[in-house]
């Protein structure tokens, strides 16, 4: 069984920094592509940055410069590094990963982290 899980989030005022972390664990052939989405109240839900397993990184527009995803392959981990931040980033931000099981090594299947809220102050 593979899972993501995710830790990190809180209450910070605007201009402050944050740190997501996000643990995949189990029965792992291989990690590809890494990533956090969030969603805010209302809106749906959108891709704010990911990296290759080679260490290639795109962001959204609105978080370049001042967030900074990063990558353990080692450790299956994904970071999310946030600063700068602005009343516009609270929403709930979710981990994602597409995962090759050892039980599957052709499959890749997507994998979500349970979420983990992040809340800005003005």
């Known amino acids: 069984q593979v899972q993501l899980v995710e830790s990190g989030g809180g209450l910070v005022q605007a201009g402050g920094s944050l740190r997501l972390s996000c643990a995949a664990s189990?029965?792992?052939?291989?990690?590809?592509?890494m990533g956090w989405y969030r969603q805010a109240p209302g809106k749906q839900r959108e891709l704010v940055a990911k990296?290759?397993?080679?260490?290639?990184?795109n962001y959204v527009y609105s978080v370049k410069g001042r967030f900074t995803i990063s990558r353990d392959n080692a450790k299956n981990t994904v970071y999310l590094q946030m600063n700068s931040l602005k009343p516009e980033d609270t929403a709930v931000y979710y981990c994602n990963a597409g995962i090759r099981a050892i039980a599957r090594p052709l499959n890749e299947v997507a994998y979500w982290g349970q979420g983990t809220q992040v809340t800005v102050s003005s």
């Open positions: 189990g029965s792992i052939f291989s990690v590809n592509v």
């Open positions: 990296v290759t397993s080679g260490g290639y990184t």
